[in-house]
Nanobody, 116 residues
Framework: QVQLVESGGGLVQAGGSLRLSCAASGRTLSNYEMAWFRQAPGKERVFVAGIRPSGDSTLYTDSVEGRFTISRDNAKNTVYLQMNSLKPEDTAVYYC?????????WGQGTQVTVSS
């Protein structure tokens, strides 16, 4: 299976930006559907954004549409989440997920904290 490591989280003021990265090892990401999820304290993990293996199709949850952009660089085996106009309600641990027809792999998560 593919191993995933997220990075790029941190503390930012409301209105600021962060770019998360998800670096893969073990297998090439080019065959995987990739997604970002997040989990706020005391809440369930929820879908944020997804991207097809070729990168030609993306999907976002309504609350981040127009503010977040998911992208991938298959040559670098990395997926990104550009987060702009951040809000306090975006505070959560962000997880990267890789999925193909057989397996699902998760990273360990990266904390994003948005102060008001």
């Amino acid at each position: 299976q593919v191993q995933l490591v997220e990075s790029g989280g941190g503390l930012v003021q409301a209105g600021g930006s962060l770019r998360l990265s998800c670096a893969a090892s073990g297998r090439t990401l080019s065959n995987y559907e990739m997604a970002w999820f997040r989990q706020a304290p005391g809440k369930e993990r929820v879908f944020v954004a997804g991207i097809r293996p070729s990168g030609d199709s993306t999907l976002y949850t309504d609350s981040v549409e127009g503010r977040f952009t998911i992208s991938r660089d298959n040559a670098k085996n990395t997926v990104y989440l550009q987060m702009n106009s951040l809000k306090p309600e975006d505070t959560a641990v962000y997880y990267c997920r890789a999925r193909d027809s057989l397996y699902v792999s998760w990273g360990q998560g990266t904390q994003v904290t948005v102060s008001s």
